[in-house]
């Protein structure tokens, strides 16, 4: 009963490095969408998905990308980590329709120094 | 203004109490509306979507008020495991693009106490 799986759980990056956090679900969702949380804000959304090879920007979707080559997989790249970049990231997905329940993975606490 | 505003809190109430969190949204085109708990260093979890004749789940009520764009949450008799932060969530969907947006308020942090 995996839902959806974030790796890894804990990174420390430094300024200017590069990464990509790791989402996966196995629930056959459609939409898929990439969170950043930090303290006093809320989750705000960076990107998302609405299925293969569909993708659209958040909120806050400056200094990360995204591709969705199948419907398990949904990527977020980091191209060159600021400190600024240092949150909790959140992958979440939901079947098709905007009425719908959205399960999100363990997350991912970033450090950027 | 944020999309979806709610009071931070924290909210100390003890054992027993009724306690009640509320939400405002700015975009009334909002079409669905819900209620995610979460726990300190944990993931978001739906703890009740939100209807507009209002809806309970056991000690748990929440009501949507369409025209003061409005979302509340009502606890009754609270439990120590309760404590959590309660995040209001908006769903709007965008039908030209497709595109769904999840708003999500910054949350309100519940502490019950012994």
């Known amino acids: 009963n995996a839902g959806v799986t974030q790796t890894p759980k804990f990174q420390v990056l430094k300024t200017g490095q590069s990464m990509t956090l790791q989402c996966a679900q196995d629930m056959n969702h459609e939409y898929m969408s990439w969170y950043r949380q930090d303290p006093g804000m809320g989750l705000r959304l960076i990107h998302y998905s609405v299925g293969a090879g569909i993708t659209d920007q958040g909120e806050v979707p400056n200094g990360y990308n995204v591709s969705r080559s199948t419907t398990e997989d949904f990527p977020l790249r980091l191209l060159s980590a600021a400190p600024s970049q240092t949150s909790v990231y959140f992958c979440?997905?939901?079947?098709?329709?905007?009425?719908?329940?959205?399960?999100f993975g363990q997350g991912t606490r970033l450090t950027v120094v | 203004r944020k999309e979806v505003e709610q009071d931070p809190g924290p909210f100390n109430v003890p054992e027993g109490a009724t306690v009640a969190f509320n939400c405002t949204y700015s975009?009334?085109?909002?079409?669905?509306f819900f209620w995610y708990r979460q726990d300190c260093r944990k993931e978001p979890k739906l703890l009740m979507s939100v209807y507009s004749s209002g809806n309970e789940d056991g000690r748990f009520t929440a009501q949507l008020n369409r025209a003061s764009q409005y979302i509340s949450l009502l606890i009754r008799d609270s439990k120590l495991s309760d404590s959590a932060t309660y995040l209001c969530?908006?769903?709007?969907?965008?039908?030209?693009?497709?595109?769904?947006?999840?708003?999500f308020g910054s949350g309100t942090r519940l502490q019950v106490q012994p």
């Open positions: 975009n009334s085109a909002s079409q669905s």
């Open positions: 979440a997905s939901s079947p098709g329709g905007g009425t719908t329940e959205a399960f």
């Open positions: 969530v908006v769903n709007l969907v965008v039908m030209d693009t497709g595109r769904r947006a999840l708003t």
